[in-house]
Every structure is written in C-alpha cells, then in structure tokens.
C-alpha cells in the first residue's frame, strides 16, 4: 500500500523539484536552447530589485494572514465548542465552514464585487456609516490587506474544524477541577486548553505558514499583482517570470530558494515547540 | 510524519487531478474539431494517408468556432492531401503557457497565430517558417503598406496579418448630455469630462491601469500623436519628453478623482462601458457591433492641448507556420493558410472579419469588399473613415522589453513620478540592449 505513495510522491513532487533545481542553472526561454549559466541566476537574484519587494510583500501578507487565521479559527472552535445546544453548534460549524467548499476562483469574484469602488456593498456600507468610499483595490495601501480577507475568510472554517477536534480531546473533568478551584474562562483557557492542544497549534501554524508562501490564485484574480506592483508576492512573481517574460532558469532559480526559505522557516517552528517529528 | 506524507501525497493528487482535467478539456475541445473534420471532410478509405496538419489559436467564440468549422471543413474536403484539424484555446492560457509548452515540448501545431506582443520571442528563437514564398508579388500587393513590418525579421516574412484592430474612445451619449459635457478632444478636456461625468454610480472615464499588454498597447499612441516614440533606431527613448508626458497624464487621469481606479475586468471589455459603470472608455474597434450606436458613441483619442497628429495604435493577429514540422507537414501549412486567408477575392477573409468578429484589415480589399459593414452605423464609420487612416502598428518587441516599459506605466501611476519612472525604465532598457541580438523595435 506504501508503493501508489511513494510512485506519486515521486512522480508529481520529487522529479519536479528535481527538475526545477536543474533548470534554475540553465538560461531558457522555453523556446530556444538551454543554456548553462551554473549560479549566474542565482547571483542575478541577489541583486533583482523585484525580488526583494516580492519576498517583502510576501512577509507582509504572511503575517496578517497567519495571524489572523490563526486567531480567529481558534476564537471560532471556542466559540462553537461552547454552544450547549447541539443544532445551534451544528449549524454554527456549517455556516463557518462554509466558505472553504467554494472554489478560490469564485470566491475571489465575488470578493471583486463586494470590493468594488463605486457600487461595492462595502462601500456603500462604509459611506452610509459616514467613514466615506475606499479604493480597496484600486489603492497600493490597501489591496494586499483585500487579498489578506479573501485568504482568510476562505480558510478559517477548515482550521476551526482541526481546533474543535483537538479541543473535543480535552477531558472535560480538568475544566471541572479548575472551575473547583475558581478558575476563571481566561484561566481556563490558557492553563488548560491552550497547552494541550499545542500540537495541533503547531500544526496549523506550520501549514498557515506554508500556505501562506504559496498565496497565489486569489491575487491572479484580484488584482493580477498590482496595483504598482503592491501585491506581487514571491509567487506570482515566478509566475509572471516564467509565463510572461519566458524566464524559465531564472524563475526556477526562484522557486528553489523559495522552497528553502519555506524549509528553514518551517524547521525553526519546529525547534521553536520543540517538536522532533 | 505520516500524516505530512498523506497530506503531500492528497496535494500532488490534486494537482494530477487538475492536469488532467485541464488535458480532458483540450482533448474534447480538440475532437470536435477534428471529428467534425472528418465526419465532413471526404471521410473515405484514404483519409488515413492524409497529411495531418494542426491550427491552433485563441479563437473560442461562438462566431470565431463556426467560422473555424465551416472553412477547415471545407479545405479539407476540397483537396486529398491534407486534413486540417484546430484547437481554439482561451486568450490567457494560449499566450501564456499552452503555445510555449507546445514548442518546448517539441508538440508544436504546424500553424499558429502570434500577436505583436508575443512574435518577437518566437521569430527570435526560430521556430518560425519563412513564409516569402507563398507571398508572390501579387499576393503582397492585396495588403497594404508596412503590413508585414510586426512580423517580419532581417527580411524575412514569418506571419500573415489576419486582422486589425485599432482604439479610440467610446462614450455614453445620454450621460455626456446629462452632464452637459462635449466629447473630449484635447487631453485636458478629457480630464475634465472624467472629473464632471464622475459619480458615485459610475466613473468618468475608465482606462487600463492594471499591467500587461493591453495597458501598453493603448499607451503608445499617447506618446506618439506628441510625435515622439519610445524607441529609435538608437535603442530605448523611453525617458524622451513626449514619453514623460504621456506618463503624467496617465497619472493626472488616475489621480483626478473621475476615473475607475479598479476596473472589475479587462478594460478592452466595452461592458464597462454597456453596464453603465463608466461614461468614457477606451476602447478598440472589436467593440464596434457591440455598442449600440443609438446609445454610445466613438471618438478618435484626445490629443495634447498644444496640439498633435491625430494617430492610434494598430495591433491584430498573424497566422504563421511551425519550423518544428516536417517538411511534408510544412507543405500542408503553408497551402492551408494561402487557401484561408490569401484568398482572392477575399471571401475567407471578409466573412472572417465580419462575420466570426468585427476588426478592420490591413487588406484595402477587404474593407471595399465589405463597406456596407465598416459604414454600417455611426461608430463603425467614425472607425473607418476618421480613425483607420490614423492607424500605426504596435510595437513588436520580446517579452523582457515588453516588462520593463509595463513597469514604467506601472511606476509612474503609483510607485513614482513620470520622470523618475521613465530614467528608471530607460536604464533598464539600456542595460537589457547590451546583451540583446534579436529584432529591433519600431515605434
């Protein structure tokens, strides 16, 4: 049973990136020959003006965005968790859920709509409350944070789902013992829930991390990576390497490092819990 | 560790999922086509020893599909030789990906079609066939002047235009009445028309403001009707004063308040336009029979307040053939395209212009062949007989060239000023010429 794994592990995972980290030594169009530059791609990206932007914005959307979804999918599996009536919870999980069957494409049309600088329902919500229309965007200060809510607002309920889980593993009796002992629900939270259910905290922190990096379909749609270049993410930055200015080797070259930035980030998580496996 | 394996393993399942779907897609796309072919085309014993030759192109609308079936079927069924079959693959996907995979790949069609945005990197990689001989003299005299200037490389012709699309501005005739606005023609009455004809319900004026080829096609003829240019047979002019001014009124335009700063789709879309979300859109010529010409109207592009040469840029599409095919399948190619579109009288071509979509030619016989349709309401003439004549071809140039002045537009809009964004462009530009060989760029 291990085999099919391994075939398709191998097959669509490992040649591919073995396959990327050979071309990201050659010069290729796709179109032409390739031509072996050894590290010259490598030392050309060190001096690529776009890729740092690229990496920055990434940072930028990799924080809020784990941050939020972080927070907000733990906050929501408390809230549900603490639903005594068990078609409110049900019900409560499905509507949170919801959003992550929808497919990122459609999910971030509809996100245009609501964006929309003139006839968007969040402006109109915005003007009516008197805070005035925003560009949303339309503006370099606030499109990343657009794409950021999309992510979110996708993601969450699936991450909630893990936490309820974990948060259903708990024994209710240690919560009975601190309530016995006057704990308060902060208390309660954070000297009992929150410790175990570190591995899971991990876990979602990790692939919100990961998925983070790899952040791309929404800002296609959205805003194609502008406005000036304000969304351009690492990503999409290959993408428009390689698809748009036919710079295989160089995109290639990209893609490694963003991997094993991803690796180093991910691997310092790790030793940060203190988890070996 | 196990479950970090499972969740690798379900993710490059979904992405095989998706590659295959993607592949199904293109296959039953493809087999209409080519069943359509032979269930129509001579279908008898012989068929098998056909010739097969592949088209592929963007061509997936309804209109552009039935003309596509009804003239490949009808080449296939008037010779023994050959047997067409194509592919229309969606605009996006074709450019991007599925053409330069195919030729990477060594799939290449045997013909294909390029636009002036893409040409250049493929008649600089070679993967193009010279096409001089099938264009005789009488041949190159049905088009006219400066026609192969996009696809040809040190004298060599590689693509036959097929069509010609060209821009100007299109208006909301009940809003410009409402607001007591005249149709713009200096660049600062355009301002002015964005800012009075702007409302909460709908912008002013809307042009592209996100990157990309459409944005830099409708940019060009801002700079030249200055009668400047962003290249010269010097190389890169691209922080020459005519540029820097084109740049600043792109900025004032975004900055003004009156325009759509964040167009929910393609602004070469004219229902921007038809969905009462803007007043005044640039726009090409394609839009002509989509646009009431009761309720909107068309204008040639604003020109500066010192005056200009009236001008708009003119970009469409080439047919060309593969130089990966075999010689047979060369042969096939270049009989099927001298059949489809050097015919003469234009019968293919008229009905493809006309008919499958509506886009002007750089054929003169053409447009006299179907006057009826180029003068058929207002708009088309204001296309034909004001803006036509102004026309001059886009500049071709390779993909890296073609970023860094997307760049500069995108500069100068958010990032910096006009000036600065266009010394940062000519730099660049500069320093991509030192190692570039390949054609050089016009306009």
Redesign the interface.
């Given at each position: 049973m291990v085999l099919p794994e391994i075939i398709g592990l191998l097959v669509f995972l490992f040649i591919p990136i073995l396959y990327a980290v050979y071309i990201s030594a050659f010069d290729w169009d796709v179109l032409s020959e390739k031509t072996f530059v050894g590290f010259q791609n490598y030392q050309n990206m060190l001096k690529d003006e776009m890729f740092f932007r690229s990496i920055w914005i990434t940072l930028r959307y990799s924080i809020i965005y784990v941050v939020l979804v972080f927070v907000l999918s733990l906050i929501m599996a408390v809230f549900v968790q603490s639903l005594r009536n068990k078609y409110l919870q049900q019900t409560a999980r499905i509507a949170i859920y919801l959003p992550n069957t929808i497919s990122t494409i459609v999910a971030a049309t509809v996100w245009i709509f609501l964006f929309e600088a003139r006839n968007g329902y969040l402006n109109r919500w915005l003007t009516a409350v008197g805070i005035g229309r925003q560009d949303f965007l339309g503006s370099t200060s606030q499109a990343l944070i657009c794409v950021v809510v999309v992510g979110v607002w996708l993601v969450v309920g699936y991450d909630m789902i893990i936490f309820l889980s974990a948060l259903k593993d708990v024994p209710e009796s240690y919560y009975e013992a601190a309530r016995l002992d006057g704990a308060n629900c902060i208390q309660q939270f954070f000297k009992i829930t929150f410790p175990l259910i570190k591995d899971t905290s991990v876990f979602i922190a990790i692939t919100t991390i990961i998925g983070s990096f790899q952040v791309f379909d929404q800002i296609r749609v959205m805003t194609n990576g502008g406005p000036g270049g304000s969304t351009t993410v690492t990503v999409f930055y290959i993408y428009q390497l390689a698809f748009e200015k036919y710079q295989f080797g160089y995109a290639s070259t990209i893609a490694v490092t963003l991997s094993i930035l991803i690796m180093f980030v991910t691997l310092f998580q790790l030793k940060l819990y203190k988890i070996d496996d | 560790?196990k479950k970090f394996?499972?969740?690798?393993?379900a993710?490059?399942?979904m992405?095989?999922f998706v590659g295959c779907q993607n592949q199904e897609s293109s296959s039953n796309q493809s087999q209409n086509g080519s069943s359509e072919n032979s269930s129509t085309g001579s279908g008898e014993s012989e068929s098998g020893e056909k010739i097969q030759i592949t088209y592929w192109n963007q061509w997936t609308q309804e209109a552009e599909i039935a003309f596509l079936e009804k003239y490949i079927t009808e080449y296939n069924q008037s010779q023994d030789q050959y047997e067409v079959s194509y592919l229309a693959i969606p605009f996006d996907e074709y450019v991007?990906?599925k053409l330069?995979?195919a030729?990477?790949t060594g799939e290449a069609p045997d013909v294909f079609d390029c636009s002036p945005a893409i040409i250049n990197?493929?008649m600089?990689?070679?993967?193009c066939e010279p096409l001089n001989d099938i264009l005789t003299e009488e041949k190159m005299a049905l088009f006219q002047e400066g026609a192969f200037d996009v696809c040809s490389k040190d004298g060599v012709i590689y693509g036959i235009p097929l069509d010609a699309d060209i821009v100007g501005i299109y208006y909301n005739k009940a809003m410009l009445e409402e607001a007591g606005v005249e149709v713009p023609k200096t660049w600062s009455e355009l301002l002015d028309a964005a800012v009075k004809l702007n409302s909460?319900?709908?912008?002013g004026y809307t042009f592209e403001?996100?990157?990309?080829d459409w944005q830099c096609f409708t940019f060009y003829p801002f700079v030249w009707m200055q009668g400047g240019s962003l290249f010269t047979q010097d190389g890169a002019n691209l922080n020459s004063p005519e540029v820097v001014n084109a740049l600043q009124f792109w900025k004032d335009l975004l900055n003004c308040g009156g325009c759509?700063?964040?167009p929910?789709r393609s602004v070469s879309d004219i229902s921007i336009l038809t969905d009462g979300?803007t007043a005044i859109q640039i726009n090409g010529s394609w839009s002509v029979l989509r646009a009431d010409s009761e309720q909107y109207g068309v204008a040639p592009l604003p020109l500066p307040d010192d005056g200009g040469e009236p001008v708009t840029v003119m970009g469409g599409w080439k047919i060309m053939a593969s130089s990966q095919s075999s010689d047979e399948e060369k042969a096939g190619a270049k009989d099927f395209i001298t059949w489809l579109f050097l015919d003469d009288p234009p019968v293919h071509t008229v009905e493809f212009d006309t008919v499958a979509k509506f886009t002007f030619s750089t054929r003169p016989d053409v447009i006299e062949s179907a006057s009826d349709i180029y003068l058929s309401n207002d708009n088309a003439v204001c296309f034909s007989k004001e803006i036509l004549p102004t026309a001059k071809s886009e500049i071709a140039m390779t993909?890296?060239a073609k970023?860094i002045v997307a760049?500069m537009i995108?500069?100068a809009?958010?990032?910096m000023s006009a000036q600065e964004a266009a010394d940062k462009a000519q730099a660049a530009m500069e320093s991509y010429f030192s190692t570039y060989e390949g054609a050089v760029f016009v306009g």
């Open positions: - | 560790m394996l499972c969740l690798l393993l993710l490059s399942m992405v095989s991007s990906t330069a995979t030729f990477a990197q493929y600089d990689a070679g993967v909460q319900d709908h912008a403001v996100d990157k990309g759509n700063e964040a929910g979300e993909a890296e970023d760049t995108q500069d809009l958010y990032n």
